[in-house]
Every structure is written in structure tokens, then in C-alpha cells.
């Protein structure tokens, strides 16, 4: 997956000589808003665009940040420019177009400024996608009455027309502020991620996810003007003035001691007045004062305004530009995104945001999945190695045994699949470590062969699609993967079993510093490979020893697995969410679901009685039998289990991640005869239909026998 720029530097120059062009898109512009920053490499004689670059179909970042041009290795750049020489710009008709919309059936292809100037988004996240003015994403009015006109941009404050086009966007959240593309791209490029956000409503987090979708470029770096030097060096200025009516210190007003007399106070609402205690006749034991200015508003609100001042600056100012900037940001991203998170969390639960995932798989388009003899695990990874291969379509499975596919068949498959396909990955050589807690392991192999962004798209398609949870992931992977929780940290328990952690645990529980010496030194071959070796003095020297292994075991040796396992979850933009909200995602992937009991199930399927009143007696006799034979189930009296009765229901075993839509329900059917009477199955509708009964033992033998043939028919 490509990555916006980072901090590594070669042999890069930035913003050189304006007469070098592009070799991509063969303009000498130097705009680094528009395309990016110009880099030449000039041992290579090569020049492009960072933009150009990022969004060319054919080329990803394969070196590590300090190679090439930020990952871009020069081979592959100069691969790439061959490649797009000989694709003609639908737009200039020139050739050397490297920019393809990201809809395969589309054969678009333009320079990044033609497709600028030809109303082409470019969506920086995940793989980069660039779509054409037809295939582009697009913004919705929710809000159908008419703006009062006339309507100015909350940017630039100029009139702009409230209809959404390429040109005018709006805020998701507010309906409000509208404003222009120019505008709120100039405002993204200055404020950058930490300070881009909606001028009217000051939500941050939808802001740029739509913003990110609809073509806007956010800078992963501070705002420009706290790139300033010394920027905030006010802040560390004390006012030091006495302004009373008549200072009588013989020194002058800005004359000052430490204490007494002609030690100056300053303000306790504002700050930004002082006095000395003897010009405004103050006792030495007084330590507060109010100003002529601020004085009105101690008088009314003066404890709600000391009280506000106390939770703004409630430690003493830090020393140090950097560090006042740090805590002054920490302060107010805490406090927003605290906010907008609780009122989150209320509307959004994992079947909810799985839901709104589903909804980009199309119902019409299908991709085929063939599981042959050697494994379910095999048949997904012929599928993501399919040229054609595309997440949004929905899934044909078909297994060795299915001599005629039909519907129904295909229903069952299609819950089959994704239980043995996640049997078969926490089994795989891709995970370590015991039942229930894994942890990814570290395999050349895997890593040659990406398995590890596989594992990361089955697991999303696994979900998106129906899958059951996951279940399998330790709390030190979830804590790798999403960073959650964000205070924890990782210890050698996180480590598992292995040899290594064994060692690990020697030298956290060595005693004396002989002891400690002694686990070192049998450890000092994997130590100096993690560059953790180091000379032991002190007991002291113990615990950060631990946390740089532990570190290094979890995290650094296991960044590419990591990122790459990253990418692979972001498969219909699952990752992103899950980033967004960890804390209730964290039991789907990391605790196995409770065993169905008999109360559960009963809970699960919503009754459907009739209106008639006589007919709705007997059914709620009936909805008596059902629960009893539930309960019969879950104690071992009858030839059923729970899971037979919900395969029977939904074709699923267990409750998928995302839930069941439409719920599971029961409705009843009323028979004048004993013919007909064996129940029915709509798993489409995840619905059974129960006949009614006048006993329970009728009713068990009916219920009963529909199940076991059902279940002797799959197993055949």
C-alpha cells in the first residue's frame, strides 16, 4: 500500500530548479499544494512530483522510507514512466498517462493535472484510488429545505451556490457550512491533520473522513504557522508592568522583586494587567487580584470564569516553546475528541458499522470460489490472486460435493466458508501461540508472499460478509494492530511460550545483579541481533531492559507482517473504522463468543403471533412448546442441539459477527389435519414457520424430525 511522505531523507531535493519537468506528467510546475513537492534526484538525472507519484497506477513503495524517493524505489519509478509512455491522456491525448480511474471497467487514463483540470478525485488514503468525473464519489444533501441565499463560502466568506458539485462541498455534519474545493484544499494544506477541521460546527473526525473521500489532501505534519520559528515565544513572556492609576515605586512601573512590598501580581481573570502590592494597597498574605477591566465580570460570573481558567490551566505553564505546544495540543484534542466519541459509541455498534460496510457489495456481480481438496485457506488465496479480483462483489462458493448449485446451497456455503476459512487462518504459520491468544507470527516465507495482507482481507471479507467473530487474537496483537488500550503496556506474558520468552522471563525475575548478568549473558545472542545488548550495573537497569525486548519481539522485528496484516483489515475500509472505534471491536476479534444456551436462542428469535384472537391462544401454546424444546436441547434430551435448531433457521452455527439481518423470527402455521404439519425453514428471512400443536410431545416429534433430516442431508 502506498504511504504519504514520512521523514526519511536520501539524496532528495526539494523545490529545486523550477525548469526541471516532471517525468510523469512533463509540466515544470512547482506547486506543492496542487502536485506535491518536486523531488530531483539528481545522481539519477530523474525529476516527478511526489503526487504524480502517489497516484500512478503502477508503482508502490517497496523500499524502506530513506530509499529511492520516500519508499519509491528508483527502478520502480523509471518502470513506471515506461509503462505510462505508452498510454495516451484521454484528455491532452498525449502520452505518458500514469493516472488510471480505479474502476476496472473503465479505461481512463490522464496525467495527475489533467485530471485535475477534468474533475478527477484523488483520494489520499488507503491504495491511493483515483476516479473519473463518472465514477467519482459524490455528496448528498440530508438536508431538503433551501439554504437562505445569498450563501458565502465559511472560508473565503465569497458567495457560493448551495448545490454540491466538484467544485462546492459542504460539511457532513453541520449541513451549514459550504464552501469552495480551492478553499477548503488551501485551508486542509495550511491547518494540516491536527488543526483541518469544520469552520462552523469544529468536528474534526467526520470532517476529514469526507473530505479524505471526496479528493481533499491532508498533510500528515504540523500546521504551518507552528512550523514558525519560535512561533509561541510569547506564551513564555511574563507581564511584568505595573498599570495602577499612580505607581509610586520610585524604580519605575516595570521595577519588580520576588516578594514584599514591590513584588507585582498580576491579574487573576486576564493576565495581561499588573500591579505592585503597595500601589494598590495589597497585604502581604493577599496573592489575588482582579483589574479595573475584569472586575464587572468577577463581580457576576466570577466563579464560573475562575473555574473555567482552572480547567484550561490547571498545572503550571511548562518550560520550553516545544513544550508548551505539546501540552496546549493535548489539552484541546483530548477534550474535543472525548465529545465526539461518547456521542459515537451510543449510535454504533460492530453490526451496525460491519452493516454500513456490506452495503458496498453488489448484489448482482459474483465472484466464484472453488474449494478443492486441498483447503478452504487455498481456494480464498486463488481467489485474491484473481486479476479480476474485486472485494465489492458478492461470493458463489461452491464445494467438492455440490454436484448442482442452487440458492440455497449457495446460502449454506456462503456460511460455511468464512467458519472454515477463519478455522484454517489461527491455524496457520501466520499465527503463534495457544488457543484463543495468538499472536502473529514471523515468517520469511509469508512475508515474500504477502501472506500477511491475505490474512488481513480474508478476515475483513470473513466479516464483511457474514462470518462468525473471530475470537482468536491475544490482547497484545489487538494492542499492536489498533492501539488500544492506549495507556497499556505490552509485557513478556504478551511474549507466549517460546524460547525467547523464557529467557526474557530469567531476566525479569533475576534478583541480584549477578543473577541478572548471568540471564543476559544466555540471552546475549537474540539481545544483540534486537540491539538490546547492553553493560548491566545495577538491578536498575533491569526493567528497561525487558521493555526494549518485549518492544522489539512484539513490534519492531514485526513491523512489515504488521503493516502489511494492517493493510489487508482495511479491505472495504474495515481497518479505518476498527481504528475508529477500538474499544467495542475488541471482543468480536480478541474473547471467543459465549456457548448458545436455551435463554439465548429463546431471545433471538422474535415471535410473530397472528391478530386473530383465537388463533393467537393456541399460538402461544405453542410459543410454550417451542421454549420448552429449546431448553430440552441445552440439557441433552433431545436428538438436537441449539446449533442444529439455528442452522435449521439461518443455515449459521453461530451468531455472525455482524448479527443477523433480518433477525431471526418464528411464526406459526395452523393445519386443520395432521398432514403437513413437519416444520419449515426461510433462511432467507432467517424465519422458521412452526406448525401448531395441541402437545408437546407432538410437537417435539415434528420439530425433531424436520431438524435431523435437514442436518443427515448437509452431511451427506
Known amino acids: 500500500m502506498k504511504r504519504t511522505r514520512c521523514e526519511g531523507e536520501e539524496e532528495l531535493e526539494t523545490n529545486t530548479n523550477s525548469k526541471e519537468i516532471c517525468e510523469l506528467c512533463k509540466l515544470s510546475d512547482d506547486c506543492p499544494s496542487k502536485y506535491g513537492e518536486k523531488i530531483t534526484l539528481k545522481h539519477h538525472n530523474l ?85 473519473c468525473r463518472e465514477h467519482c464519489p459524490t455528496q448528498t444533501n440530508s438536508q431538503p429545505s433551501c439554504p437562505s441565499t445569498p450563501l458565502s463560502c465559511s472560508i473565503c466568506l465569497e458567495f457560493v451556490e448551495p448545490v454540491l458539485s466538484y467544485t462546492v462541498l459542504k460539511c457532513p455534519c453541520c449541513h451549514s457550512s459550504w464552501f469552495h474545493r480551492d478553499c477548503v484544499q488551501h485551508q486542509a494544506y495550511s491547518a494540516a491533520l491536527f488543526f483541518f477541521r469544520c469552520t462552523i460546527c469544529n468536528n474534526k473526525d467526520k470532517f476529514q473522513q469526507e473530505m479524505l473521500r471526496m479528493g481533499i489532501h491532508i498533510p500528515e505534519r504540523d500546521a504551518s504557522w ?143 470460489v472453488v474449494v478443492r481438496k486441498d483447503g478452504v485457506f487455498k481456494a480464498a488465496l486463488e481467489l485474491l490472486r484473481q486479476a479480476d479480483f474485486d472485494p465489492h462483489h458478492s461470493l458463489k ?130 539481545l544483540e541481533v534486537a540491539g538490546c545488548l547492553r553493560q548491566i550495573n545495577s538491578l536498575s537497569d533491569k526493567q528497561p531492559l525487558v521493555k526494549d525486548i518485549v518492544n522489539f519481539h512484539l513490534v519492531t522485528r514485526m513491523q512489515l507482517p504488521l503493516k502489511r496484516f494492517r493493510d489487508g483489515l482495511n479491505t472495504l475500509g474495515l481497518f479505518e473504522h476498527i481504528q475508529m472505534f477500538p474499544e467495542i471491536f475488541s471482543d468480536l476479534f480478541c474473547y471467543p463468543p459465549a456457548k448458545i444456551s436455551a435463554h439465548t436462542m429463546a431471545n433471538l428469535f422474535f415471535v410473530q403471533f397472528s391478530d386473530n384472537e ?56 395452523h393445519s386443520l389435519s395432521s398432514v403437513g404439519t413437519v416444520p419449515e425453514r426461510q433462511p432467507c428471512y432467517n424465519k422458521i414457520v412452526l406448525p401448531v400443536a395441541t402437545t408437546y410431545e407432538i410437537f417435539k416429534k415434528h420439530l425433531e424430525y424436520a431438524v435431523c433430516q435437514y442436518t443427515l442431508m448437509q452431511t451427506i
Not at 448442482?404 to 499465527?431: C, W
Request: aromatic fraction near 10%; proline fraction near 4%.
Open 614 to 669: 383465537e388463533k393467537k391462544k393456541k399460538e402461544i401454546i405453542t410459543e410454550g412448546f417451542w421454549r420448552q424444546y429449546l431448553h430440552d436441547c441445552e440439557e441433552g434430551r433431545c436428538a438436537t442441539s441449539l446449533e442444529d435448531i439455528l442452522i435449521f433457521a439461518t443455515s449459521k452455527d453461530i451468531v455472525p459477527a455482524m448479527g443477523f439481518n433480518p433477525n431471526p423470527s418464528v411464526s406459526f402455521v
Open 397 to 526: 462458493v461452491t464445494f467438492p460435493d455440490d454436484e448442482e448449485q442452487t440458492n440455497d446451497m449457495n446460502n449454506g456455503n456462503l456460511q460455511r466458508f468464512p467458519r472454515l476459512l477463519i478455522q484454517d487462518l489461527q491455524n496457520s504459520v501466520l499465527f503463534e501461540g495457544p488457543e484463543n491468544k495468538k499472536n502473529l507470527a514471523l515468517n520469511s516465507q509469508a512475508v515474500q508472499e504477502d501472506f500477511y495482507f491475505d490474512a488481513g482481507c480474508i478476515i475483513a471479507l470473513s466479516l464483511i460478509h457474514g462470518g462468525p467473530p473471530l475470537g482468536f487474537f491475544s490482547e497484545a496483537l489487538y494492542k499492536c494492530l489498533f492501539n488500544f488500550p492506549r495507556d497499556s503496556h505490552l509485557t513478556v506474558e504478551d511474549m507466549g511460550e517460546s524460547l525467547c520468552a523464557a529467557k526474557v522471563r530469567k531476566i525479569r525475575d533475576a534478583q541480584s545483579v549477578k543473577d541478572l548478568k548471568k540471564a543476559v549473558s544466555s540471552a546475549s545472542d537474540y
Open 226 to 368: 507552528e512550523l514558525e520559528e519560535n512561533a509561541y515565544g510569547e506564551l513564555l513572556q511574563v507581564y511584568q508592568r505595573c498599570d495602577a492609576l499612580k505607581c509610586i515605586s520610585h524604580k519605575g512601573r516595570k521595577y519588580s522583586t520576588q516578594e514584599g512590598k514591590w513584588e507585582i501580581l498580576r491579574c487573576n481573570f486576564c493576565g495581561s494587567n499588573g500591579t505592585h502590592r503597595k500601589c494598590a494597597s495589597l497585604k502581604l498574605f493577599e496573592t489575588k487580584w482582579v483589574c479595573d477591566v475584569c472586575r464587572p465580570a468577577a463581580n457576576g460570573n466570577g466563579k464560573r470564569i475562575i473555574y473555567c481558567l482552572v480547567l484550561l490551566f490547571c498545572v503550571s505553564p511548562p518550560s520550553g516553546t516545544k513544550e508548551m505546544r505539546r501540552l496546549l495540543k493535548r489539552r484541546k484534542s483530548s477534550l474535543h475528541s472525548v465529545v465526539c466519541k461518547r456521542s459515537s459509541l451510543q449510535r454504533n455498534t460492530p453490526g451496525e458499522i460491519l452493516h454500513t460496510l456490506a452495503s458496498q457489495i453488489s448484489k448482482h456481480q459474483f465472484m466464484s
Open 47 to 131: 525529476t516527478v512530483h511526489y503526487f504524480c507519484l502517489l497516484m500512478s497506477s503502477g508503482v508502490y513503495q517497496r523500499g524502506d522510507e530513506d530509499e529511492g524517493i520516500y519508499g519509491f524505489l528508483v527502478e520502480d519509478i523509471k518502470r513506471e514512466i515506461r509503462r505510462s509512455s505508452r498510454l495516451a491522456c484521454t484528455v491532452c491525448k498525449k502520452k505518458g498517462a500514469s493516472v488510471g480511474c480505479n474502476i476496472k471497467s473503465c479505461r481512463k487514463v490522464v496525467h495527475l493535472p489533467c485530471g485535475i483540470q477534468e474533475q478527477f478525485i484523488f483520494q489520499f488514503t488507503g491504495q491511493f484510488p483515483s476516479f
